[in-house]
């Protein structure tokens, strides 16, 4: 599951559209040549799902732009334990166990 565009984007980007079990937070069109694979691709919410939704879609592993987005102690990410989360601005830059 990716949490923002920019991250549903590079999924998208690596082939992954039939991996993903949804995506959310949105703010433009989707890139163009990406069009096809985002449409394969669950669209949870345009803004933030609400923690049900995001446990509906029953992910592995969610990621997201911004650690935000996954903050500790919010519902959301409190309700997705025992889910690999992975910021992408903490995956790119560092030896985070959670990648």
């Known amino acids: 599951m990716s949490l923002n565009q920019g991250t549903t984007e590079i999924m998208l980007s690596l082939g992954l559209a039939d991996r993903m079990a949804g995506t959310a937070i949105w703010t433009d069109p989707v890139m163009?040549?990406?069009e096809?694979?985002?449409?394969?691709?669950?669209?949870l919410?345009?803004?933030a799902p609400s923690f049900e939704k995001a446990l509906d879609a029953?992910?592995?592993f969610v990621t997201a732009s911004f650690a935000s987005t996954l903050a500790k102690g919010d519902r959301a990410s409190s309700s997705l334990r025992g889910t690999r989360r992975?910021?992408?601005s903490l995956c790119c830059r560092s030896?985070?166990?959670a990648c």
């Open 95 to 97: 030896t985070n166990p």
């Open 32 to 34: 163009k040549g990406l």
């Open 58 to 60: 029953e992910p592995d």
């Open 45 to 47: 919410a345009d803004d």
């Open 36 to 43: 096809k694979a985002n449409g394969k691709v669950p669209r």
């Open 86 to 88: 992975c910021p992408r």
